[in-house]
């Protein structure tokens, strides 16, 4: 099971840093992916983490703003988001993959080990 949190309301300019918990397995088997979901939008690939941290990849729009992270002790994986703007706006959720690539490679929702709830995260002034 994964579990996002940490959505929430904030103004642009501000930060937020999600955490993706892993349950019932090991999550350092796995490199972890994080996607969004605007309304009305496909969802779509954010960033993602090898699962020993040592590479990451992030989606034009989020590059130099977010930042992907891992501890693998306490089988959780961050997205600090800093800079948010309103087209930050979705719910996001992470993802594992018990291969390496990333989400540009991955497009299929199925392609995937699992996925979390989402959490919701609404950037508005």
């Known amino acids: 099971q994964l579990v996002e949190s940490g959505g929430g309301l904030v103004q642009p300019g501000w930060s937020l840093r999600l955490s993706c918990a892993a349950s019932?397995?090991?999550?350092?088997?796995?490199?972890v992916h994080w996607f969004r979901q605007a309304p009305g939008k496909e969802r779509a690939g954010v960033s993602c983490?090898?699962?020993?941290?040592?590479?990451?990849t992030y989606a034009d729009s989020v590059k130099g703003r977010f930042t992907i992270s891992r501890d693998n002790a306490t089988n959780t994986v961050y997205l600090q988001m800093n800079s948010l703007k309103p087209e930050d706006t979705a719910v996001y959720y992470c993802?594992?993959?018990?291969?390496?690539?990333?989400?540009?490679?991955?497009?299929?929702?199925?392609?995937?080990?699992?996925w979390g709830q989402g959490t919701q995260v609404t950037v508005s002034s």
């Open positions: 993802a594992v993959k018990n291969l390496p690539g990333s989400f540009s490679q991955y497009t299929r929702q199925t392609e995937y080990n699992y």
């Open positions: 019932g397995f090991t999550l350092n088997y796995y490199a």
């Open positions: 983490i090898t699962r020993g941290g040592g590479s990451t």
